[in-house]
């Protein structure tokens, strides 16, 4: 039995994954109906600090992971003292919860990310800024799909872009100059074997993932470094499962590391289609500690996530002979809300 | 919602397969905590002919389908009568239900069948076999995985062969000499939309399926054959689904046919790793009147059947780089219980 923080579309799609190898999957998750908790074997509907269910999760579940990173530390520390093994770990939770500890565990490891403040008011902001360079203002916790974040145009908007973050503790991010954005999946299993997927590159509208194309047609020197970085990044958190991080590439084919989700990612669709083992299935086998699996790409796929209604022209996308539809079974469609994937194949080049 | 009767590993992979497309299943399974019950949305814990269970499929499921094919004829007619879809139909139901009905049924099409007779007691028996000629003798209804059958040796033989397969309504069918076992898998689509997989090579031990390799290596004219086979038989029918039509190859690449199931089918397990789209979701495809996708080959695969504790060897299968494991989550392991499988994939030749 393995539980799952979060019964959200990952959490649906690592469900399925684990039930192909014969796991029962337990979801943890405060909303009712949701994506996951129709496919898994058990659904626990409370909030996730919630002390009854996490000691069902400790006591029934051979291991517990987590489909989104915003995991309260504290939970996992519950988890972990009730005698629950956790994966990935309570350290790469704390750190990817705070884009200022993020930036310098990175810069720790010798890995080129932006240039950064912490900033805790608008005087740092205005202090930081330099006349016609704007710069990202964001929070430090808690924002994701380019929430929680703004451009600060210059030291006169300061006051203004710390108004409209919310006042909260954030940093401050100078412009990455890329000519790309890019993304690589890798999983470290519970024995330090590490496996990373082809590079993918990826498109951004409106702050939201809209497509992934992968392989990335990139040098082979910027996917040595995209690989350095994402071991160098699982093996100094001691990882276990899959991660993503996300790459900006500059003109010289140079990288810069944005940040990384502990956990499966968007931007790692499309291996449901383009790998033998995708990066659902390398999730579960790493946490549960099976051996990790082939990640060669056997097709270029572009992944296009279907927001809002886009899914309503399922059939059409059924209908294309090398697209490979991926429905998450929500019941409402929102405007930009992510309601499914295509994946489509074309062949290597 | 897409209503499944049967919660064995078939019923499992419909249900990830639906799920992938964005649908729910409901099970309905008499026996409790069943491989398909725990992927499923929701359970229905009774047995098939069960008038509330069978209201209620009928007043939540947009379609009914099935995993296997020993549906009592009395359930589906009620299921239809509750004003339920079913898919597919109660003709193809009953006509594999019946192993006269359903050779009878073939040779009303000009398809080649091994020769049989029609038997209700020893004395047909005794007067349809000829000396040095041994026959095989099976009840008309509910055989499956080689119970329910036995070789009558002789004349002699009659009485004994007629009390050992419990002195039913029977079938006697003449030996088919042949070389190989075939089957072929295909769909037909509500707008009959036909679609055929590689046909797979199968091996059997002790009546049960072992491997299956497809694309099997076959002459063009018996791959013609055995397609004309599967589309002759599901235009008949008016099927909607996947079914899967099972053949004997003679020397001379002609082809006897020898069951089919109006069901998904075991060997075409080698789809869920070897095509676009595999057997289950092209099954869910057809019965929710979605367009059937590509049946094409992207690899060979060999597909063994892990029985019995052989999936305790998971650890070994799943290091192989290019098998890919599938659990049934089975809970316990008996001597020739279907666990598993294995798809071993190999480049296309």
Same mark, same amino acid.
């Given at each position: ?21 014969? &796991? ?19 659904t ?21 992971? +987590?489909? !989104? ?10 988890l972990e ?6 994966? /990935? ?15 310098? &565990? !990175?810069?720790g ?41 703004? =451009? ?9 872009? =710390? ?13 990455v /100059? ?19 997927y ?5 498109? #951004? ?42 790459? +900006? ?10 940040? +990384?989700a502990?956990?499966? #990612?968007?931007?790692?669709? =499309? ?8 990066? !659902? ?8 500690? =099976? ?19 886009e ?28 309601m ?10």
């Amino acid at each position: 039995m393995i539980g799952v923080l979060g019964g959200g579309q990952l959490g649906r799609m690592l469900t399925l994954a684990a039930a192909r190898l014969g &796991f029962d999957v337990t979801i943890l998750e405060p909303e009712s109906d949701s994506p996951a908790s129709r496919v898994a074997a058990r659904t626990l509907e409370a909030p996730y600090d919630d002390i009854e269910a996490l000691k069902t999760l400790a006591a029934t579940c051979d291991v517990v992971t +987590f489909e !989104f990173e915003n995991v309260p530390a504290a939970v996992v520390e519950r988890l972990e003292t009730l005698g629950a093994l956790a994966a /990935p770990g309570k350290r790469a939770l704390a750190i990817a919860q705070d884009r200022v500890d993020e930036k310098t &565990f !990175f810069q720790g490891l010798g890995i080129l990310t932006a240039h950064f403040v912490a900033v805790d008011g608008p005087e740092v902001i205005a202090r930081s800024l330099k006349r016609d360079e704007p710069m990202l203002l964001k929070t430090r916790r808690e924002g994701y799909d380019g929430k929680g974040q703004t =451009w600060v145009e210059g030291p006169g908007d300061a006051e203004a872009a =710390w108004t409209r973050i919310g006042r909260k503790p954030a940093i401050l991010e100078a412009r990455v /100059p890329f000519v790309r954005e890019l993304s690589v999946i890798a999983a470290r299993s519970r024995t330090g074997e590490i496996a990373c997927y082809p590079v993918g590159e990826n498109r #951004h509208e409106n702050g939201v993932l809209r497509t992934t194309v992968a392989p990335a047609r990139i040098s082979d020197a910027t996917r040595v470094e995209a690989e350095a970085i994402a071991r160098k990044t699982l093996d100094a958190l001691d990882y276990v499962g899959v991660i993503g991080v996300e790459l +900006f590439e500059l003109a010289d084919g140079s990288l810069r590391v944005n940040e +990384f989700a502990p956990r499966v #990612h968007n931007s790692g669709h =499309w291996t449901l289609d383009g790998c033998e083992v995708d990066q !659902f299935e390398q999730h579960v086998r790493a946490v549960a500690g =099976w051996p990790l699996g082939k990640t060669e790409a056997l097709a270029e796929v572009e992944m296009t996530n279907l927001l809002g209604f886009e899914a309503d022209a399922w059939k059409a996308l059924a209908a294309e002979p090398d697209a490979r539809v991926w429905l998450y079974g929500k019941r409402e469609a929102r405007a930009g809300r992510k309601m499914g994937h295509v994946n489509r194949l074309r062949p290597l080049r």
